[in-house]
Every structure is written in structure tokens, then in C-alpha cells.
């Protein structure tokens, strides 16, 4: 392999320092002269007709700057797909869920806004109220949506293959039904905004999302405003997983009360806001047929899943396309058949997380595939061995594994855990479990329909030429693509890190789609390291002209140009570039002629150096209905082993130890890999065994805090072994694809592999609390008792 | 948004300039120590006290002292201290480890003891252990002084026999007889951060190293409106000599003594399962300790 001096390390984060020293400044740390501070009225009933709506005593409030209802905010409708743009900034008619926004406020403090929303007085006619997506499609049920009269928002139909005929040749043949449970994505960092709205320059959100351009697009369609006078940029944001992946009315309404001022307006959400907003993981009602041969050949798979949708679209229309579309793979299925429905309820709306629509179909596809592993008499990881696809494959939905790393995965967790030595050989109330799966790297389509570029990246050397300005408009979520983005430009440049400075997430950079369907690695990487080859090759022509030494003939590597050829006198240039600089400290020596050198000169000769990038995919495969949700330049895959006790009295699991092996083509950084695998099987574990957005009868959430919604908490983490696969993906800059949410995909699987090795039971419904496994094991010692 | 209601601080510098101005600020003040408890209340608007009285610059009630073989706890202290502390650890192992699993490294170090007594949830940790060891609490007001055992002091959720004007100033417990172990079990979704949900308190005395029980303690939390004695278990056991068919047995009685409801932590029929189970596995540790092992 090529020796790379910047990536494939474990640089430390760019903004690692500051973070660590609370430096870093997240949304609503951010404040300016004569700032307002908003707050909204949301809806306390899950449905009901708004009858009236008065703020007079709201507006009579000292202090109080604005009060916006949909009167004022009008009725442009968004959403994120735009065959459903099914949201209002605020509820016109209607409010469907605890949490519909129907007012806001902004006034010279916090305590004014929040007083006055209180002051607003709503009329509401209360609805009957459906939260059950099965009650929901009823005849008769309530009707959310007036377009939608039985609440189905979305159904997708397809089937590759012919399945009822594949399932007549099959020797074994399972039908089982699994439910996950509402999620909220529990980022550490509430959503914030702080809006501002100069009448020449336009308008300017500060905003914690994940996807930049989508919010600037939607801000200009709702508020009427030209798309080049609306800039949104991100200041640091603290986590988003899927739900900041999308404009909101905190967003709208800020921008909106920011313009109506001409003052600046900030507004944050609580904790509580926050499960309220939601637009986290569905839950999935999802019914799997699975048919194999004997010999372990598997034939064709029968996936049935109702999704509750809660009280808007959102995500969900590419959501219910996923939770088909994303089986099958990472095994040769010649055989699959999908119906999916997405459900309309008066709960706050579901929308993408972390493995999007792909988790619970996972969870309840592997676990299957264990029980019929079990059936067959074979080992789970001989079972999954037998039918694996490797680089080149093709899935029967045209997915086209371009690079696959998948038996590398399995054998290095079978491996990596011990597997052979413990797989059947535990006592009781000790159990490993095994799991595979894949995910996108990059959606291959934007979410909304364009010819559009994906990703832009432009690169600009300081005229003095020492410093490497990357700007691009990819969003920094935490994640860390600011640090692999670097390490792209420093690489492919040929100059060291910290020679990089980049700045990120703002939309004045260009075009990019954003920190969703773990993309930015592979396409924002693209056309960053296109940007940084551009602007080298402008510095190397230069030096041609003025060396007479073919460009071919140069390189530059660590922030030193190197000559093919030995003997190249550069002593003009550099007494040239001294002269230049003189006064100035550390005049260049050595032996060697520097970038700095070469980069300054390059600009005396030629104006300021720039180098741009875009990206977008090429022809991807599919042509069927919805093979735009699915398709991707590249496919990223994990295996993991997981180890557990089980309290076989309470019921009790501790995952004790977890082995993770993830292929992500090429790993730019080592370490940021390792932190997405670690981050992904935290947030399985979570799902797997603690968390659920629960509600009460009439739709409010009842649990809207992390007390009461539990993620791991460190204890809860077990020791991870991470390994990294590399495949070398020949779509992928460098050969680099996913990791951020591919990683996630086996972990509840495995877990639920693991409980059932420990125990003897199965489980359908997440999560594996202890009292779910307690009922389950009294169940069965009656059901033998029975026998 | 949840904001803090506004209000008047006060900070006494002793026990008595602290009572007198209870006594003249009368029901419209607060005590706070750690504040966990009481600015989350308020926050949330379920409290808005017109003064809060802080506790914490008066002298003498943030120590842990040896008093007559048995110990005295000042109501001010932290409850981290409970799990570090040499004392508690070796004399009241019990104690440090239901202070050990009570919220996070976090709320530890500013939630005090004192606080967890008087605002009296049904899933408090530190009262099941405390009642198991036979602790009284002090109680201080401008008038008088009283102590009251702890298995009194409790009326019901939030609810307590302290009056307006009275602070809590130390848990003291007697000397414990030899042969004495107790043990605390939390069972919890995970790890920490957790409300339990069901806890369980048992404390053993033996009238030997390998002789009967002599005195039994249950005490049964998260399945009732306050921290239970499950007494009919307790007499299960007295006279008995110990055994793990003894322990089962008791666990079977507690279960039918305890009226858990179904709530968002879980279900009634598990908790009274959990209380069996439980209270088996607290009474076979307090048994170890008990026999010094
Ligand atoms: C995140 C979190 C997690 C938690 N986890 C747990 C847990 O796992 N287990 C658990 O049991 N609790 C838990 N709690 C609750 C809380 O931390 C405890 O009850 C704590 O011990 C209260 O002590 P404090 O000093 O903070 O009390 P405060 O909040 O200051 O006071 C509580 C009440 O006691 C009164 N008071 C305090 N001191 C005195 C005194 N000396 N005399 C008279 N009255 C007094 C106050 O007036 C108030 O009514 C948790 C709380 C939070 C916020």
C-alpha cells in the first residue's frame, strides 16, 4: 500500500483542545448586542381543532418585542421530502401531537418570552386522539391528516424475485414477528439557534443542525426570502444522530421573528422540547418470512413492517423505503419481497437515527436468522459464512458492493472473542451472541430532487503561503469530519496538519448535503481531496515554469516539495522568497525547498491559489420504484460478537464484553473510527436494553428526561475490542466509506443472540428490560411445566 | 424552560440563629442543603418557597463522630462521604453501599444525607438501611429538641412527622450488638443514575458465630408509599438458625407484604417477585458480615 504521512493515523481532533477546555462555543453559548430571547407555545392536547387564538395580553407585556401565530408566519408548507411536505411552521387549523407549535414569542429576556407565551390564550376543540398505529388505520379512526383519510402516509410495495414461489423450494421455512420501541436521539446538546437580519445582507441562523443547505433551502421556500440572502452556519454542535438532520420551527420561527425585528433572536430547547420535537426512530412493527435449504442456502426473505409514524412525515417517507431495502445484504438472497406501511398518529413525529430505518429490521432479521441457524443444526457464524456476499456482489435491490469486507468482519470477531472455544459451552446464565450488518455511505440522491453537487470544498493557500485555508461547508456534528477532512486536504496537498486550517458548516462555503447517511467521509472527503489536488497542481506549475522541470517530476510531501531528480538547484527561488520576506523570523534552510516557499510563489506568479472540488455520485443501480432510498457509491459492514451474563432470578443482563469488527475501506483516522464503533454500540446497547419513549393516554411523552429515558451510562459500557477492516474502496477517497452508523447495525442483534444463548428464550419486543426477561423465563419454565 | 422562581437566601452561621429565623420566616421558608432535590421542585414549579434557608456554614453538622460505640452523622454531610469514609465502611458497610449506588459520582458529592431523609421518596436509598440498623434521627427547633426513630419519622410520600421550624441535625445510631451484617440491594435498569425499582434493606444478629438469629431486620423500599418493615418475614426469622431455605422462605412472606403499583419503572407482580428475591439474596449477605466473612 501507498505510505501516507496524515492519514490512516490517530491525529488528534481539530477541535479536540478546545472542547476538552470548554472553549468551544455551541449555539447557545452564542450572544449578541441588543438580543432577543424567543419562546414558543406549543400544544398541551394531542388533537384538536384551534377554535381561536389571543395574544392581546401576550403583546401588552413589557418587554415582549414579537408574538408570531400562523397568521403572521403564514401557511408555505415544508417537510423533508417534497412529495410530503405535510408541516406549517405553525399548526393553522389543527394541532396533532403534544408539542405542535402554535405560537412563539420574543421579547428582552428569557423570564418576558416565557411569560408571554403563557399569557397566549388558545381556544382548543379537542379531538379524539389515536396513538396506536393499528387502531389508526381502522375504519373509522380519526383522521390526521385530511389527505391521508386512513392515516397511511406512505406504502411501499416491491419484490425482487418471485418469493412465494422460492418459499415453496425451501426446506425450512419461519415466520416472526419483533418490535422495537420509539427512540429519542439523546444528543448531549439541545437544539439552539440564534437568528439575525441585515436588509442588505440578508438573513444569518446560527443553528445546531446536522445539514446546513437543507435548512438554508427551506428557510428561504417558507419565509420568501431569495436563497442566496439566507447564510446558516454552524457554531459547535453537540451530537445529532438524525434528528437535527432537518429545518424546524425553532429554526423558522427565529429567523422569521429576527427579520420581523430587525433585532437578533435566539431561542433554545429544553430537554423536554427535545422529546417533543423528537423526529428520532421510529418503532417498527415488522413481520419476517425467511426460507432456506437445508444445507443452510438461504432462499428468500418476506418482510412485512408497519411503521408509527407519528404526527408528521419528517424522514419517514425514505424511512418506510429503508426498513426494507436495507436486508437482504450483507447475504446472497435471490428472493425479497417488501410491503411497508407508514402510519400517521397524534404522537410527535419519527423521523432518522443513526441506521436509519435499517435497526429494528436488522435486529429482527439476524435474531431470526439465529433461531434458523439453531433449526438447521449449524453454527451461526458457518450459518452467515455460508451465504455471505463479498466485493463485486450484487444484491438482488441493485445494491453493488463495490468493496465488501464482511467475512474479513467475521472472522476477525470469530476470532477476536473466542467464538469457537465458547459458542455452546457456557453455563447457563453466560450466553454469546453474533451479528452482522451494512449501511449506506452517502445517500445517492439529495432529498430532494437536483442535478446538485453533493459536496463542494474550496481550498485557498494564504498569500504569504503559509497556511492552507479548507473551507467547506460539510457539517462538524461531533463526529469529526472537520479532522478527517484535514487530514484529506493536508494528504492530498502534500503539507502537514497542522498546516491545514479549516473552516466548516457554513453555507457562504457552497453546497453540501450534510452530517446524514454517513456520507461526508466519502463524498465531502471527495471533494475536499479534489480541492487540495487542484490547488497543488497550480503550485507545482509554477515551480515548473520557473525550474524548467516537468510538473511530473515533482512532488510534495510533509510541506517539502521533492524532485525526482537530484541536483535541482532552487537557490534563486529561495533568495527570492527571503527577499520577500525579509524581517520576517524563520527565513527557510535546509536542504530541502518548502511548500511555504513554493506556495508563495505561486502566488507572485499567479494571484491568490485556489482549488475547488464537487462531488456527486455516478450511475447508481436500480431502477424499480424507491431505489433511490438505498443505492449508494459504497457500502460499509460490521460484525460483532457480544458476551452476557443474565441474572436467571431478576432477569437481569450486563453485556460483559463486546468485540467489533467494522469495515470502513480505508480508515483516515484510526482513532475517529474506533470512537463511531464505540459511539454505535453504545447507542445499540442503549436501545437494545434501556430506552423508550414512553406516552400516557393522551399522548404526552411520560418520560421526557434522561432519568426517566435511559442511555448507557459509562458503567453500563462494557470493554469494546475494535477492529478495522479495510477493503479499500475504489469509489471512496483514499478508499475510505462509513463507519458512522454501519457500526450500529448488529449490536442488538447480538445481544439478543447473547440472551437467548444465556437463557433459552427469545425475545420479540425491545427492550430487553429485566422485567421482559423474567416474564419471558416464567413463561417458559410453565410452558415445560405444561409439556 | 424550567427557571429558578425567585426568592430570598438566608445563611444562618449557627443551629440557633438558624431556628430563630425559621420560627420568624414561619411556613413560607425552606431548609436547603444540597439543593438536588428541592431546585429541582422548584424548578419544575412544584414548590415556590418565598426564602430558602441554607445549612451549610452552620458548625457541627457535617461530621461523622464515634459516640459510645455507636455513631453520630451530621444531617449536612455529603453523601459521598458515606461511601469513603473509613467508620461507615468497616461499622456501617451497609450504609456506604446504599450510598454508593445512589444517583451519580455528581449528585453524590452535593446531595447531603440530611436531605434525603426529609424529602422522604418511597425509593430513597439511605432510609432502608438506616432503619434496618435502628437509627433515630435529631430533630432541632427554636423550642425544643426531640429525636425520633426513623421508622416513625416517615408518614408517607414527602411526608414526615418534621415540623415547620424543626431541622434535622444528626442520624445517630446505638451500637450495634456483636454478630450483626447487613446488606442493601438496589435492583436498577442500569448502572447508575437510577431510581430503584425495588430495593431491599435486611440486617441479621446471631446470638453466636454459628448460632440462631436472634434479630431480624427487612426493610422493603420502592413498594409502598414509604420505606416498609415487612414484619411477619422478620419473625420468620427469629429463633431460627440460617440457611438458605430459611432466607427463601422469608423472601416468599416479604413478597405478600409489600403494595407495589405499575409504573413507569415497572410492573406490580414483578417488584413483589423482586422483593422475594431480594430480600433472600440481603439476608444470605447480612449473614456473611454478620459471621465476619
Ligand atoms: C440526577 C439525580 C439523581 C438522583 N438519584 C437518586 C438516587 O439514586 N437515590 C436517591 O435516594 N435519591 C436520588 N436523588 C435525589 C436526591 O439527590 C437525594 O434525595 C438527596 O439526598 C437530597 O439531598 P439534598 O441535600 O440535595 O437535599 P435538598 O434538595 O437540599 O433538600 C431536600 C428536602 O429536604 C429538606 N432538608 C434538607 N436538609 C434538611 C435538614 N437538615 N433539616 C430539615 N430539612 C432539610 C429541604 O427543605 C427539602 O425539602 C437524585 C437526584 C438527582 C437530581
Not at chain 1, 226 to 240: D, H, S
Not at chain 1, 624 to 652: F, H, I, L, N
Request: glycine share 10%; with cysteine.
Amino acid at each position: 500500500m501507498k505510505e501516507y504521512s496524515v492519514i490512516n493515523t490517530r491525529v488528534p481532533r481539530v477541535d479536540g483542545r478546545a472542547k476538552a477546555t470548554g472553549k468551544a462555543r455551541y449555539a447557545d453559548d452564542l450572544s449578541m448586542p441588543d438580543m432577543l430571547y424567543g419562546a414558543l407555545l406549543q400544544s398541551p392536547v394531542a388533537h384538536a381543532r384551534i377554535r381561536k387564538i389571543d395574544t392581546s395580553k401576550a403583546k401588552k407585556l413589557p418587554g415582549v418585542k414579537d408574538v408570531v401565530t400562523a397568521q403572521e408566519a403564514g401557511a408555505v408548507k415544508f417537510g423533508v421530502s417534497p412529495a410530503r411536505y405535510d408541516e406549517t411552521i405553525f399548526c393553522i387549523d389543527k394541532a396533532r401531537y403534544v408539542g405542535d407549535e402554535i405560537a412563539a414569542v420574543a421579547a428582552v429576556d428569557l423570564e418576558t418570552a416565557l411569560e408571554a407565551a403563557a399569557l397566549i390564550e388558545v381556544e382548543y376543540e379537542e379531538l379524539p386522539v389515536v396513538l396506536d398505529p393499528f387502531e389508526a388505520i381502522k375504519e373509522g379512526a380519526p383522521v390526521i391528516h385530511e389527505d391521508f383519510p386512513n392515516n397511511i402516509g406512505a406504502e411501499v410495495h416491491q419484490e425482487f424475485g418471485d418469493v412465494e414461489e422460492a418459499l415453496k423450494t425451501c426446506d425450512l421455512v419461519r415466520t416472526d414477528k419483533f418490535v422495537n420501541k420509539k427512540q429519542d436521539g439523546a444528543f448531549l446538546e439541545p437544539q439552539a439557534c440564534l437568528a439575525f437580519y441585515d436588509p442588505g445582507r440578508g438573513l444569518t441562523l446560527y443553528s445546531s443542525t446536522q445539514a446546513p443547505h437543507y435548512v438554508q433551502r427551506t428557510l428561504a421556500m417558507v419565509l420568501g426570502l431569495p436563497i442566496g440572502k439566507v447564510r446558516v452556519a454552524q457554531p459547535c454542535v453537540g451530537g445529532g444522530f438524525g434528528p437535527k438532520a432537518s429545518a424546524s420551527t425553532l429554526e423558522l420561527t427565529t429567523s422569521l421573528m429576527a427579520i420581523r425585528t430587525g433585532r437578533p433572536v435566539k431561542m433554545a430547547f429544553t430537554r423536554e422540547q427535545v422529546f417533543w420535537h423528537s423526529r428520532a426512530r421510529h418503532q417498527f412493527f415488522h413481520e419476517l418470512t425467511t426460507g432456506v435449504k437445508k444445507d443452510g442456502t438461504l432462499v428468500a426473505l418476506k418482510n412485512t413492517c408497519y411503521l408509527d409514524g407519528g404526527a408528521y412525515s419528517s424522514f419517514g417517507i425514505a424511512t418506510v423505503y429503508y426498513a426494507g431495502s436495507l436486508l437482504g445484504a450483507p447475504y446472497r438472497l435471490p428472493n425479497m419481497k417488501y410491503d411497508g406501511y407508514r402510519i400517521y398518529t397524534n404522537k410527535p413525529a419519527n423521523g432518522a437515527q443513526r441506521g436509519h430505518g435499517g435497526v429494528a429490521a436488522r435486529a429482527a432479521w439476524e435474531q431470526q436468522l439465529d433461531i434458523i441457524a439453531a433449526d438447521l443444526g449449524m453454527d451461526p457464524i458457518e450459518f452467515r459464512l455460508k451465504n455471505i456476499m463479498q466485493r463485486g456482489d450484487i444484491t438482488c435491490n441493485d445494491f453493488n458492493m463495490s468493496s465488501l469486507g464482511m467475512k474479513e468482519c467475521l472472522e476477525a470477531v470469530r476470532s477476536g472473542s473466542g467464538w469457537d472455544k465458547k459458542k455452546g459451552k457456557l453455563p447457563r446464565g453466560k450466553g454469546i451472541g453474533v451479528a452482522c450488518g451494512f449501511f449506506v455511505s452517502g445517500a445517492g440522491f439529495p432529498i430532494y430532487r437536483s442535478e446538485t453537487f453533493h459536496s463542494t470544498a474550496v481550498i485557498k493557500l494564504s498569500e504569504d503561503g503559509g497556511t492552507v485555508n479548507l473551507y467547506t461547508p460539510a457539517a462538524e456534528i461531533g463526529q469529526g469530519s472537520d479532522t478527517v477532512l484535514t487530514q484529506i486536504a493536508a494528504e492530498a496537498l502534500g503539507v502537514r496538519y497542522g498546516d491545514v486550517k479549516v473552516s466548516s458548516g457554513d453555507t457562504d462555503f457552497g453546497v453540501d448535503l450534510g452530517a446524514y447517511s454517513s456520507r461526508q467521509t466519502l463524498m465531502s472527503g471527495h471533494a475536499v481531496k479534489q480541492a487540495a489536488e487542484e490547488a497543488r497542481r497550480q503550485v507545482l506549475e509554477v515551480l515548473s515554469e520557473q525550474l524548467n522541470i516537468p510538473v511530473e517530476e515533482m512532488d510534495i510531501k510533509d510541506g517539502l516539495v521533492l524532485f525526482k531528480k537530484e541536483g535541482v538547484d532552487f537557490s534563486a527561488l529561495r533568495t527570492r522568497y527571503i527577499k520577500e520576506h525579509r524581517g520576517w523570523t524563520d527565513p527557510p534552510s535546509g536542504k530541502h525547498f518548502t511548500f511555504v516557499e513554493a506556495a508563495r510563489l505561486a502566488y507572485l506568479a499567479r494571484g491568490t491559489i485556489v482549488g475547488t472540488g464537487a462531488y456527486k455520485p455516478g450511475e447508481l443501480g436500480g431502477k424499480y420504484k424507491g431505489a433511490a432510498v438505498g443505492t449508494s457509491p459504497a457500502y460499509g459492514c460490521s460484525a460483532q460478537v457480544v458476551e452476557v451474563t443474565v441474572d436467571m432470578e431478576t432477569g437481569q443482563v450486563t453485556v460483559d464484553k463486546m468485540t467489533d469488527a467494522h469495515d470502513c475501506g480505508f480508515a483516515i483516522n484510526r482513532t475517529n473510527v474506533e470512537g463511531q464503533m464505540q459511539g454505535s454500540l453504545s447507542m445499540g446497547l442503549g436501545e437494545a436494553l434501556f430506552e423508550e419513549v414512553k406516552f400516557d393516554g393522551g399522548g404526552r411523552v411520560a418520560n421526557p428526561t434522561l432519568g426517566e429515558y435511559r442511555i448507557p451510562t459509562c458503567l453500563d459500557m462494557p470493554n469494546v475490542e475494535t477492529i478495522i477492516i479495510e477493503s479499500n474502496e475504489p469509489n471512496g477517497p483514499f478508499g475510505a466509506k462509513e463507519v458512522g452508523e454501519g457500526a450500529i447495525m448488529p449490536t442488538i442483534p447480538a445481544i439478543l443472540n447473547a440472551v437467548y444463548d444465556a437463557t433459552g428464550v427469545r425475545i420479540n419486543e425491545l427492550p430487553v428490560t429485566s422485567e421482559r426477561v423474567f416474564d419471558r423465563l416464567k413463561e417458559e419454565k410453565e410452558r415445560r411445566k405444561e409439556v | 424552560m424550567h427557571l429558578l422562581p425567585k426568592f430570598d437566601y438566608y445563611e444562618p452561621r449557627d443551629i440557633g440563629e438558624a431556628c430563630k429565623l425559621l420560627s420568624q420566616l414561619k411556613g413560607s421558608a425552606r431548609i436547603i442543603a444540597g439543593g438536588t432535590d428541592l431546585l429541582v421542585n422548584m424548578k419544575k414549579g412544584l414548590l415556590a418557597p418565598r426564602s430558602l434557608v441554607g445549612i451549610g456554614k452552620i458548625p457541627g453538622i457535617s461530621e461523622i463522630e464515634p459516640v459510645n460505640g455507636g455513631i453520630s452523622i451530621g444531617a449536612h454531610l455529603i453523601i459521598q462521604k458515606l461511601v469513603e469514609f473509613d467508620l461507615i465502611r468497616k461499622k456501617l458497610s451497609v450504609l456506604s453501599r446504599a450510598a454508593s449506588v445512589l444517583g451519580s459520582p455528581l449528585v453524590r458529592n452535593r446531595a447531603t444525607i440530611g436531605g434525603n431523609i426529609v424529602n422522604a421518596r418511597p425509593a430513597a436509598d439511605l432510609p432502608p438501611p438506616l432503619i434496618a440498623m435502628g437509627a433515630r434521627v435529631r430533630l432541632k427547633s427554636r423550642r425544643q429538641e426531640r429525636e425520633v426513630p426513623l421508622d416513625r419519622f416517615f408518614r408517607g410520600p414527602g411526608e414526615t412527622v418534621i415540623k415547620p421550624g424543626e431541622i434535622l441535625t444528626h442520624i445517630v445510631i446505638d451500637a450495634l450488638p456483636p454478630f450483626t451484617g447487613g446488606d442493601y440491594i438496589k435492583l436498577m435498569h442500569r448502572r447508575s443514575l437510577e431510581i430503584a425499582i425495588v430495593a431491599v434493606a435486611s440486617r441479621i444478629t446471631l446470638d453466636g458465630p454459628d448460632g440462631v438469629i436472634r434479630d431480624g431486620r427487612i426493610i422493603l423500599s420502592s413498594v409502598a408509599p414509604k420505606a416498609i418493615r415487612a414484619v411477619r418475614a422478620e419473625k420468620a426469622l427469629i429463633g431460627e438458625r440460617p440457611s438458605e431455605g430459611l432466607f427463601e422462605h422469608a423472601g416468599q412472606i416479604a413478597a405478600t407484604e409489600c403494595t407495589p403499583i405499575d409504573d413507569i419503572r415497572g410492573g406490580a407482580g414483578y417488584r413483589c417477585s423482586m422483593v422475594g428475591v431480594l430480600t433472600k439474596r440481603t439476608l444470605s449477605g447480612a449473614l456473611r458480615e454478620a459471621k465476619g466473612q
